[in-house]
């Protein structure tokens, strides 16, 4: 009961995986959240670990995730917020399904899962990092549904820094700019890579491993007195325009 213990939803793959594995090289337990059973299931391997095959859209999974991990871990310590979609597309083409599916995912996931962990985080003291995007600072083209979702996350990050500080509760939310996954490289043709590197003033993308890092900072007693920040780890590229020629094509 002494060790800690984080609920990572998202976690079988990716920036959700790879904070995961970051948490438990530091010693965490760690409960890995993931509606994609099979996917889930490849980590079965992992030492000090639940696995969680349970959809975050979803209140009755929610409460499920909060009882399985105390169940087995005796505490909740930390919680990311990771999980979600992604659908692109113009805003004409964007039907109210589509959209459903991204809120329902990328913002009802996220205040589902922080209130029902909310009463272990009180007992504690921990911490929740909200996994937000790039697309949520700043607006761009294709994403209507989901830099919306995003931005919706950032302000909910300070809804919820604000109202759980006086229990000792920190939130705090991550806002990765574009990152290295097999996804990203699947579907960035070679002209949008270049792009972005002539974007980004460190002129790369980055990494999983990257961004795990900022994420188990931002949990860990290290960030003891941080609260309702947003950070974005993109390599500076909020910081050097809207959008690229190439993503619009």
């Known amino acids: ?3 800690k213990c984080a609920i990572v939803t998202g976690a079988a793959r990716g920036i959700g995986l790879a904070t995961a594995r970051l948490f438990l090289d530091q010693g965490w337990r760690v409960a890995l959240l993931d509606r994609d059973a099979e996917e889930l299931a490849k980590q079965d391997g992992l030492a000090d670990t639940l696995l969680l095959p349970l959809d975050v859209s979803r209140p009755e999974d929610t409460e499920a995730m909060v009882t399985r991990t105390l169940d087995w871990a005796g505490r909740i310590d930390a919680l990311v ?3 979600g979609v992604a659908e692109f597309g113009p805003v004409e083409e964007t039907d109210f ?3 459903r599916r991204v809120m329902a995912t990328n913002l009802d996931g996220v205040f589902l899962c922080t209130q029902a962990a909310t009463r272990a985080l009180k007992v504690s003291r921990g911490s929740v990092v909200n996994i937000g995007s790039i697309s949520g600072l700043r607006a761009s083209t294709l994403r209507v549904a989901y830099g919306t979702s995003k931005a919706a996350v950032i302000h909910l990050t300070k ?3 604000a109202e759980l500080g006086e229990y000792g509760i920190r939130v705090n939310c991550v806002c990765p700019g574009p990152v290295r996954t097999k996804l990203a490289m699947a579907v960035h043709t070679q ?3 270049d792009a972005y590197h002539d974007a980004i003033p460190l002129n790369r993308y980055g990494s999983e491993q990257e961004i795990a890092e900022v ?6 007693d290290r960030a003891s007195y941080v609260t309702g920040q947003v950070i974005a780890a993109d390599g500076g590229f909020e910081l050097t325009g809207v959008g690229l020629p190439a993503l619009r094509r």
């Open 1 to 3: 009961m002494d060790q």
């Open 81 to 83: 917020n990771n999980a």
């Open 97 to 99: 399904e589509g959209w």
């Open 159 to 161: 809804q919820h820094a």
């Open 191 to 193: 002209e949008i890579i």
């Open 215 to 220: 994420i188990t900072f931002l949990c860990s």
